[in-house]
């Protein structure tokens, strides 16, 4: 008895994207990904979901407080747990205020909203004397329903503390943090 053994040998060759494409269809690497599944389940949260031009219509819709009590619970989403408005007679220029523990250092945040139009440099100054004036203060938020003037959005480049956040970008993470339906 005689047995004959052959080795085939394989040369690594590299697939071309086309071809890579054409061994796998769009619908299997969905399935694969199992995204395909959640597009299904997703499908009527997604109508029943509102654009940010919508939520920014609701957004100026709010009463002053209520727009500083959205501000509230979005810091708190951003993990700032503590996070309270203050008192409308008493609030020195500041809104909210929050802090949250980062690598064992209390990291605290003041917030100033504005709900109206267009917010001026003189605002974001405002902002910034606070945050000088107490030392604890490692973040300021500035918050508007509406949009900040050039000059405002130039002063605030300056200082690397201070966050603005206009009326769509709030709008849009209002929607993220399923804060406003």
Known sequence: MHFVISCIYITPVKLAVEAVEEMISTNEWLEIFG???????????????????????????????????????????????????????????????????????????????????LVGVNIARELLGVMTTNKQVSKGFLITSGVFSEDCRRFSDMDTRMNLIDGIMFANYLLQFKLLQ
């Not at 407080?65 to 309270?84: M, P, Q, S």
């Open 35 to 117: 995204i395909e599944k959640r597009q299904k389940e997703t499908k009527f949260a997604d109508s029943v979901r509102i654009t940010i031009e919508e939520a920014k219509k609701k957004l100026s819709m709010f009463s002053p407080r209520e727009f500083e009590l959205i501000t509230k619970d979005f810091l708190v989403k951003l993990g700032f747990k503590n996070a309270r408005v203050t008192q409308q007679s008493r609030d020195g220029g500041i809104d909210v205020y929050g802090s949250r523990k980062i690598n064992n250092m209390d990291e605290v945040i003041v917030a100033q909203c504005k709900h109206t139009d």
